[in-house]
T-cell receptor, first 113, second 113 residues
Framework: DAKTTQPPSMDCAEGRAANLPCNHS???????VYWYRQIHSQGPQYIIH???NNETNEMASLIITEDRKSSTLILPHATLRDTAVYYC??????????????FGKGTRLHILP | NAGVTQTPKFQVLKTGQSMTLQCAQD?????MYWYRQDPGMGLRLIYY???????DKGEVPNGYNVSRLNKREFSLRLESAAPSQTSVYFC????????????FGPGTRLTVL
């Protein structure tokens, strides 16, 4: 089973920041938090990942709590094209054998015009 | 680079028929994955291959077989298709090293009547 918990759906107004939460209370010290998104009918797309420090790239920011039991993906200025299912995954980085990379059900984000 | 390619894009089978879904990547990735996605659901891992010559079961392997033909290609075979295997199938490969992210193909939409 996936080791993360996400709300099934969220709404956000266009132009506002979208904050997507993820709980991973059983995360291990060497497990990273990864975020992917899946726009309708397409294959998932990598967004960002982090270990314990906050991370930012051209797509989003990732805020990880100090105890690492939860994180938030932030899309700073959401557009209609950000409507998608967002998946939060925890796993050991760089591990090949036995690294099953399990996806959960994700959060369906609706950006409202 | 073409990235991850999948063939066919669409397929309709009758119950009991067999077929092979093809996946290829030109990014020199070691690890490759097969997922299925049922309508309104998240991704579920069927099989994965950490390297050429190795394959391992994922969450839902029953009714499927895989072959890691070489480093580029990872095929998924349905020996006797069932209506429960109607789904969208995604192949993915994974970057080595520090990036360690997955790249997904466009998917194969399979209907079993």
């Amino acid at each position: 089973d996936a080791k993360t918990t996400q709300p099934p759906s969220m709404d956000c107004a266009e132009g506002r920041a979208a904050n997507l939460p993820c709980n991973h209370s059983t995360i291990s010290g060497n497990e990273y938090v990864y975020w992917y998104r899946q726009i309708h009918s397409q294959g998932p797309q990598y967004i960002i990942h982090g270990l314990k420090n906050n991370e930012t790239n051209e797509m989003a920011s990732l805020i990880i709590t100090e105890d690492r039991k939860s994180s938030t993906l932030i899309l700073p200025h959401a557009t209609l094209r950000d409507t998608a299912v967002y998946y939060c995954i925890v796993r050991v980085k760089g591990k090949n054998r036995d690294d099953k990379i399990i996806f959960g059900k994700g959060t369906r984000l609706h950006i409202l015009p | 680079n073409a990235g991850v390619t999948q063939t066919p894009k669409f397929q309709v089978l009758k119950t009991g028929q067999s077929m092979t879904l093809q996946c290829a990547q030109d990014m020199n990735h070691n690890s490759m994955y097969w997922y299925r996605q049922d309508p309104g659901m998240g991704l579920r891992l069927i099989y994965y291959s950490a390297s050429e010559g190795t394959t391992d079961k994922g969450e839902v392997p029953n009714g499927y077989n895989v072959s890691r033909l070489n480093k580029r290609e990872f095929s998924l075979r349905l020996e006797s298709a069932a209506p429960s295997q109607t789904s969208v199938y995604f192949c993915a490969s994974r970057t080595p090293g520090l990036a360690d992210t997955q790249y997904f193909g466009p998917g194969t939409r399979l209907t079993v009547l």
